[in-house]
């Protein structure tokens, strides 16, 4: 494999929590994640009814409330509606089972690909299926969890979702220094862009399985950590979109002044190739991709970062 002016930002990712042998593209012995499509078999349960909410002060920079809402409830709160400025944003989001408002949380803003987004009614809701959904929800930290059926993947909906994560920040006890986001796919186009466009909300962001739409400055300008992660050949989009979008990261933190250390510690690119999805019976390599949700060590990566670093 001829890597061409990759080889620098290689360089840089010897540095970071990445493996040597994932950092090259080879299998490791010691990553073995779950073997799946995506959904799960085990349901979450919760007595909320679909509802729709008015967006409030959403349009804060972002102060949280002092006390908790009335009448909390926890869990997996399905199919709400935000009436938003740019029109509905259908979402559903989870709430520790500890949470009462008196502690902030750390906050994950996750988006799928575009057999998830919103189609209608029949489509509600079939995003909490997603393992890119549900996996945040079991880490050995309790996070909020928050999920949007947006419409497209273009600046319109990358908007609606720093909007959604807005109406969370003023109307629930968040971290505002552990705020996440990731994204598959079409959701990885939103979010690269939501990102972009706010990037103050946002301490690390993984994309998965997906090209970069967003401004590459404003990541690096806020100390946003990135984790990229893509098949060598994926059937949608290809490699390279995800080499140039880690180049491109890599570049304007360089214009900066970080050194290749610093930047090994904000940014971090895996490509594992065609082998490694193989021995885990995945022939499809897009949709294969969403194995690295069941990481934890790509999960705990990402919210291990804080806006204090």
């Excluded at 996750?110 to 299926?129: A, K, L, Q």
């Excluded at 505002?176 to 079409?186: F, L, P």
């Excluded at 082998?275 to 291990?304: A, M, P, R, T």
Aim: proline share 4%; hydrophobic share 35%; aromatic share 12%.
């Amino acid at each position: 494999m001829k890597f061409g002016k990759f080889l620098v930002p290689l360089i840089a990712l010897s540095l970071t929590a990445c493996s040597a042998e994932k950092r090259q593209f080879s299998i490791t012995d010691s990553y073995v994640p779950v073997i799946g499509s995506g959904s799960q078999t085990e349901e979450f349960s919760s007595d909320v009814e679909a509802s729709t909410v008015s967006p409030g002060s959403s349009g804060s920079e972002g102060t949280n409330v002092s006390t908790p809402p009335p009448n909390i409830q926890t869990g997996l709160i399905r199919e709400q509606i935000l009436d938003g400025e740019e029109g509905e944003i259908h979402y559903s989001y989870y709430l520790p089972e500890s949470y009462d408002g008196t502690r902030e949380y750390s906050m994950m803003v996750t988006m799928p690909g575009y057999d998830r987004m919103w189609f209608g009614e029949d489509s509600s809701g079939n995003n909490i299926d997603w393992n890119g959904f549900r996996t945040w929800t079991e880490l050995d930290e309790e996070m909020i969890v928050i999920s949007a059926q947006l419409t497209d993947w273009h600046e319109k909906s990358a908007r609606q979702a720093n909007e959604l994560a807005r109406y969370f920040i003023d109307s629930f006890a968040v971290d505002t220094d552990r705020i996440y986001a990731a994204g598959y796919s079409a959701g990885g186009e939103t979010m690269s862009q939501a990102v972009a466009l706010r990037p103050d909300l946002y301490s690390a962001y993984l994309h998965g399985a997906s090209q970069w739409d967003g401004e590459f400055a404003p990541i690096a300008e806020n100390g946003v950590a990135v984790y990229i992660y893509m098949a060598e050949n994926d059937e949608y989009y290809g490699s390279q979109k995800a080499r140039d979008a880690y180049d491109g990261l890599y570049s304007a933190y360089r214009d900066l002044g970080f050194s290749d250390e610093e930047i090994g510690e904000k940014l971090c690119l895996e490509i594992p190739d065609n082998e490694y999805f193989n021995l885990q019976c995945i022939y499809n390599y897009h949709g294969g991709v969403n194995i690295v949700f069941d990481d934890k060590n790509v999960l705990n990566w990402v919210i291990s970062h804080t806006k204090q670093e």
